[in-house]
């Protein structure tokens, strides 16, 4: 996956607003943390580092905008704190995510793995299928051989 800002600068334009200084900053934090499921907080320790200048309130914003024209994903795992990770296009569906029910830790499924179930429920169904979203919940390796 080549990550980079044209889908945010994309789908910021075409809803009308501007790619500022500060939207910018606070996507490159998504692009440095690729592999994250960052909460607000979070998002607003690292821009601070950047950018002292942006408040908490932008931040949140900034967010809400973002999982609005779908640039990122809100997902809430069993600690119930709102977080966001980056999505890269407009077509690519949501990958999963594995939680270990002992220590918490969340793992990626990059691939999706549900095309030919999603192609059985578009044909049977007659529904289109933009998006899923998956959570598997388990006990991590260290976890289950302990
Ligand atoms: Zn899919
Ligand atoms: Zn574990
Ligand atoms: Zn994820």
């Known amino acids: 996956m080549d990550l980079n ?3 945010v600068k994309k789908a910021l334009k075409d809803k009308g607003y501007k ?8 996507y490159n934090i998504f692009l440095e943390h690729e592999d994250s499921h960052l909460s607000t907080e979070e998002v607003f320790e690292y821009v ?9 309130a932008t931040v949140y914003r900034t967010l809400q905008l973002f999982e609005e024209l779908n640039v990122l994903y809100k997902i809430s795992f ?3 704190v709102a977080r ?4 890269s296009s407009s077509s690519e569906h949501r990958h ?3 939680i270990c029910l002992d220590c918490g830790k969340v ?4 691939l999706d793995l549900l095309d030919s179930l999603e192609d059985e429920i578009e044909s049977e169904e007659s529904f289109k299928i933009v998006d899923h979203n998956l959570k598997f919940y ?4 260290e976890c289950y051989t302990k």
């Not at 601070?48 to 908490?56: E, T, Y």
């Open 5 to 7: 800002s044209d889908y």
């Open 19 to 26: 790619f500022t200084n500060q939207r910018s900053e606070i």
């Open 48 to 56: 601070s580092r950047v950018n002292p200048d942006i408040g908490i």
């Open 78 to 80: 069993d600690d119930g």
């Open 84 to 87: 966001y990770e980056i999505k």
């Open 96 to 98: 999963h995510h594995l």
């Open 107 to 110: 793992i990626e499924v990059k």
């Open 138 to 141: 388990g006990y991590c390796k």
